[in-house]
């Protein structure tokens, strides 16, 4: 069991190395090597290694893996991300199947191919109806073969339109449900504060679809829009009067409010099962786009992520849009223009750039009073990643 | 009797009680002997309530189905903390259910709460079982997990999330005896329509319940809630359910709208494919669960939904959805209020919102950005993660608990960190973690955690991933290296030793040397080694980094039978310009062996030796008898240039002066090489050896003699 965990530390150490530089690195060579290795040991007396996960439990040939650690952890995550919760290392596998294994895995946009000594799938519980099946192991062969005649005359292409009955309830369910744990976060923001709410809820939309332009797709979209729906989540430790107060803060104030990014931080990173970029963006997305922001930096060697990036122009945007007691809703036109001027500093100008494009591309109505040509001989900056 | 009592459904604040118990008295036997009061008291109670229980029943069976405790169908309240934590104990112990008999005495319940005192983190289930044996339970019986009963789903994929539910799937099925261990009857799905439903249609009312309905329509769809629904199954469950009588069609409607809706891009697929009266009957059902949603709510979940209609073509959800807490929980009526969204949102802007969220990016033709993607890789965002948390240990904000909760969680990634060669990043949390030690900040905590970081077991994941990965990371490796210091040395000597790869030596010789004197007692401790090549490479490293101390440890070694430790110390004398490395040369000049003579011209050159001139020119005046003869002065001719001293000049033209014959090529070569080295000669003493290369038929000499001449001008 302690070899079948020294397998999964390597292959996952492989995995890494090569997503981090690349299929053909010497590193991930080694690994590899490594990994084959172990492997090698390990098929000396047995013809497969079986790694399963139930839920999210690793088990290592039918023995459940307490301790799975780190690399336990990445596995099941990027596995689950493939939709596989199985996988069977064969006796014989080969040095070049196990390294096209690793590259595929390693690669978000890649499936797993088919391997001749790595078989992937699910795991499933099979459970029939013990009195059911005896009665139904009795139906007449003849039976069953006028079933399958009635099927095969059933048209399957009645073609039909329902556009939109779907999206109004099932969808509503499906997507409540698949997203109970992150509601389940930002519901004590709502009840705390209504106008945080609806300002995150608003945030993240505005945030995936900015990512969505940009490309971003299937779980990393998901996940920058969950990132986006909690960045204020710290505004939860800041007291209700300042949060609320329509007068100018005084500078103590200010100080209290803008903890909200180290509080969210802190109260995201012990979230359990929760995209690590949502505690990265509650701590950024005030530290601008020249990292003069806040919170002041200490420890060093930080720079604010792309997402970080593309939700403060998302958050600078809806606060301006939102009307508040204290100050009226603003004109998309004036937002644009003050993001703009504020474009290299405050924000990444690029996002600027994509956003007000994109956002005129979706609602037309607006393209009299965005000028965008301006833009045309803006200079991009990307932070180095 | 004993019959009527066990279909009597279990009192709900009886067995609440019971768990309560036997979860305390798990604690207290955990944490104090036995015979001690607090144990004492809680086996009491929960004996007292298993007791009242088996007025009941002969017999209860609790099953666990990961963190959740499940008794004959029902489930019992998942956020019930005393629940939770004993079902999440038995789950860690491999335990899949726990029968208790009546009978049991209070003894037996004490030896079966030891039983679960046993850490099993390490134990394999083999060891488990059998240390159930020892404690000898016979009122208890402890059915463990059968991993074999998790099938192999071969090349199929699921979405995540979807795997949820395993654990109730297969607890239900040990429950029932219906779990399968092996492949999955196909008979079932065999069946017509017609004739399913007049068999359920015979079934008395009451006799199925929900979970059964569930189970006929999940395997009669040939479903398990992996897999997709084709039209035809839709159909087919739809002809199935239109045939039951009116009490079960509804209870089976439920079911069935139920395991549709778990994968609604299938179902969507499905519904577009099948009747509009089908449809209507789906929906009918679906209806029945209609909730009023709050703009910003039904904003965010249409972005979500739009998200996942947008790109999953098989998504597959958890269970259920109509029976599922998330309808009942304070979150989600807290979520489902009105609020004020109306006052903050305009409608001009919730229309702008609208479009957003209908916008089709793909009109835009939305460009892969390439940023985006290394931006959001695992490994970046763990080490932005890392950068956070880092920040946040940094700061003033946090409690002593979360303090350390965030350093051990800092410390796993260090792991990754050090694995994938992100030194920089692990110096980081070292320079955080030194920087509040010296500000007393959690002292203890900080202090703990960079012991472990200086422990053997870390320098040693360290040192490997250093023969992996190090030379892709050398200024960050070095960096790394000079803050563990002096600890660090020995560690890095013992993998030079071990090290098979040549690349892979240098590299750690070149961070063993960077510690510069440092490195001698370790490696003075090394040099009496047997192995040649550990002598050698360590005559190597003290060379580069050794001082005259070292050279009384070192002469022993110039006369070693290998010739590569005897030269490499040979080397480390001469660049401290001791003289019995000098005579030591000199003794190998003098060699019958002609290898060993002409490593030892070379290192007389390297080094410039001016001691062996003599004997250099007498090797370069001896007759040659073979063009090989004439050959070989060919290093001579170098080594003397590159001492440079004028003192040789006088041979190298009676060199030049060579004739022969046999061996014209040969001598040729040999001129040029007198030629090509001549530069290091001074300019004023070689002045008529360069106009006779200017005037030679040799085209190299001529060239070479221009060069000297050009570089004399500037």
Not at chain 1, 32 to 40: E, F, M
Not at chain 1, 124 to 138: F, K, Q, T, Y
Request: net charge negative.
């Amino acid at each position: 069991m302690a070899y079948a965990k020294t397998f999964i530390s390597t292959l996952m150490s492989a995995i890494s190395n090569c997503s981090l530089y690349s299929k053909d690195h010497i590193s991930v060579d080694n690994l590899t090597k490594k990994s084959i290795a172990i492997l090698t040991e390990l098929l000396t007396h047995k013809d497969s290694i079986e790694i399963m996960i139930v839920e999210d439990n690793l088990v290592i040939n039918k023995t459940p893996e307490r301790n799975a650690g780190h690399h336990g952890s990445n596995l099941i995550k990027r596995l689950k991300r493939k939709g596989i919760s199985r996988i069977d290392f064969l006796r014989d596998i080969s040095y070049s199947e196990l390294k096209q294994f690793i590259a595929d895995l390693s690669d978000p946009d890649e499936k797993l191919k088919t391997y001749p000594h790595i078989k992937t799938g699910i795991v499933n519980v099979r459970i029939v109806g013990d009195n059911m099946a005896s009665d139904l192991r009795n139906l007449s062969s003849e039976q069953v073969e006028k079933v399958k005649e009635l099927y095969q005359n059933i048209s399957p292409y009645k073609e039909l339109n329902i556009s939109g009955l779907e999206e109004i309830v099932v969808n509503f369910i499906v997507t409540f449900k698949r997203e109970a744990n992150i509601l389940k976060l930002i519901s004590p923001v709502k009840a705390y504060s209504e106008y945080t709410y609806t300002h995150a809820t608003n945030v993240a939309i505005l945030s995936m679809f900015q990512a969505e332009s940009l490309g971003a797709r299937d779980d990393l979209l998901h996940d920058i829009g969950i990132a986006a729906l909690l960045h204020d989540v710290g505004k939860l430790f800041i007291s209700k009067d300042i949060l609320e107060k329509t007068g100018k803060l005084d500078k103590k104030e200010w100080e209290e409010i803008k903890l909200h990014s180290l509080q969210g931080a802190r109260y995201l990173a012990k979230t359990d099962g929760l995209t690590q970029l949502a505690a990265v963006a509650a701590f950024e997305h005030h530290l601008r786009y020249d990292c003069k922001g806040y919170p002041q930096l200490n420890a060093g060697g930080k720079e604010q992520h792309f997402c970080s990036q593309i939700i403060a122009t998302s958050d600078f945007f809806d606060a301006l849009r939102s009307r508040r007691p204290y100050k009226r809703d603003w004109q998309v036109q004036e937002i644009i223009a003050l993001m703009r001027e504020n474009a290299g500093s405050e924000f990444n100008p690029f996002l600027v750039d994509n956003f007000s494009r994109t956002l005129l591309k979706a609602d037309s109505s607006l393209s009299g009073n965005i000028r965008l040509d301006i833009f045309k001989k803006a200079t991009y900056h990307f932070q180095g990643l | 009797m004993a019959d009527d009592r066990e279909i009597l459904p279990l009192d709900a604040q009886l067995l609440s009680e019971a768990i309560f118990e036997l979860n305390v008295s798990r604690r207290n036997v955990n944490i104090y002997p036995a015979g001690h009061p607090s144990v004492a008291r809680s086996l009491d109670r929960a004996y007292n309530s298993l007791e009242k229980l088996f007025e009941l029943r002969e017999d209860i069976t609790l099953a666990i189905a990961k963190d959740t405790i499940v008794i004959d169908d029902s489930v019992l309240d998942k956020k019930n903390t005393a629940y939770r934590e004993f079902a999440l104990h038995l789950n860690a112990m491999n335990i899949a259910c726990v029968t208790f008999t009546a009978g049991l005495p209070k003894d037996e319940l004490y030896e079966f709460l030891r039983f679960l005192s046993i850490d099993a983190t390490d134990l394999a289930p083999e060891a488990l079982q059998e240390a159930v044996r020892e404690h000898n339970l016979i009122h208890i019986n402890i059915g463990f997990i059968d991993y074999g009963a998790f099938s192999f789903g071969e090349g199929r994929t699921e979405k995540e999330g979807s795997g949820t539910g395993l654990w109730e799937r297969y607890i239900r099925g040990l429950i029932d005896g219906t779990l399968q261990t092996e492949g999955i009857s196909d008979i079932i799905q065999e069946i017509p329509p017609e004739a399913l439903a007049d068999m359920l249609n015979k079934t008395n009312p009451g006799e199925i319940r929900e979970e059964g309905c569930e189970r006929v329509i999940s395997t009669y769809m040939k479903q398990s809630p992996e897999t997709t629904l084709s039209s035809m199954e839709l159909t087919r469950l739809l002809d199935f359910i239109s045939r039951l009588r009116p009490e079960l069609k509804k209870q089976f409607l439920s079911s069935a709208v139920k395991n549709v809706s778990m994968d609604i891009r299938s179902t969507e697929r499905a519904i577009r494919e099948i009747s509009v009266d089908k449809i209507i009957e789906l929906l009918s059902a679906i209806d029945e669960q209609q909730v009023t949603i709050p703009a910003a709510l039904k904003n965010l979940l249409d972005k979500f939904s739009k998200f996942y209609q947008l790109n999953s073509e098989d998504t597959t959800f958890g269970d259920s959805i109509i029976a599922d807490d998330i309808f009942l929980s304070p979150d989600v009526v807290n979520l489902l209020g009105t609020g004020d969204f109306e006052s903050y949102v305009t409608d001009i802007y919730q229309k702008e919102i609208e479009k957003v969220l209908r916008f089709d990016v793909s009109e835009v033709a939305a460009k892969e950005l390439a940023e985006l993607r290394k931006a959001c890789s695992d490994e970046y965002v763990e080490r932005c993660f890392n950068q956070t948390m880092l920040e946040l240990i940094s700061s003033d904000l946090i409690s002593e608990e979360e303090y350390e909760y965030i350093v051990n969680m800092i410390k796993e990634e260090a792991g990754q960190f050090i694995e994938t060669g992100q030194y920089g990043q692990v110096l980081n949390i070292f320079r955080v973690l030194e920087s509040n030690l010296s500000r007393e900040r959690f002292p203890d905590i900080s202090s703990d955690a960079l012991k472990d970081y200086k422990s053997p077991e870390f320098i040693s994941q360290f040192i490997d991933s250093l023969r992996i990965i190090g030379r892709q990371a050398r200024e960050d490796a070095l960096q790394l290296c000079d803050y563990y210091g002096e600890r660090i040395i020995s560690p890095l000597m013992d993998a030079l030793i071990d090290e098979e790869s040549q690349t892979i030596r240098h590299f750690l010789i070149s961070l063993i040397t960077h510690f510069g004197a440092r490195i001698i007692p370790v490696a003075i401790k090394h040099i009496s080694d047997s192995r040649w090549f550990v002598k050698r490479n360590i005559l190597l490293i003290l060379g580069e980094c050794g001082t005259k101390e070292v050279l009384p440890h070192v002469r022993p070694y110039c006369h070693h039978e290998n010739p590569k430790v005897s030269f490499e110390a040979i080397k480390c004398l001469l660049k401290e310009g001791d003289s019995y490395g000098v005579n030591a040369l000199r003794g190998y000049l003098k060699s019958e062996n002609k290898e060993v003579v002409e490593q030892a011209i070379v290192i007389s050159g390297i080094f410039k030796v001016r001691e062996v001139i003599p004997e250099l020119i007498q090797m370069l005046r001896k007759k040659d008898i073979s063009g090989k003869d004439i050959y070989e002065k060919i290093p001579i001719v170098k080594a003397l240039a590159q001492i440079g001293d004028p003192r040789a000049l006088d041979t190298i033209r009676n060199t030049l002066s060579i004739r022969s014959i046999l061996f014209k090529g040969t001598v040729e070569r040999l001129r040029e090489a007198i030629y090509g080295s001549l530069k290091h000669y001074p300019v004023d003493k070689i002045e008529d050896l360069i106009e006779k290369g200017l005037k030679s038929r040799n085209e190299r000499i001529r060239d070479e003699s221009l060069k000297i001449k050009k570089a004399r001008r500037g």
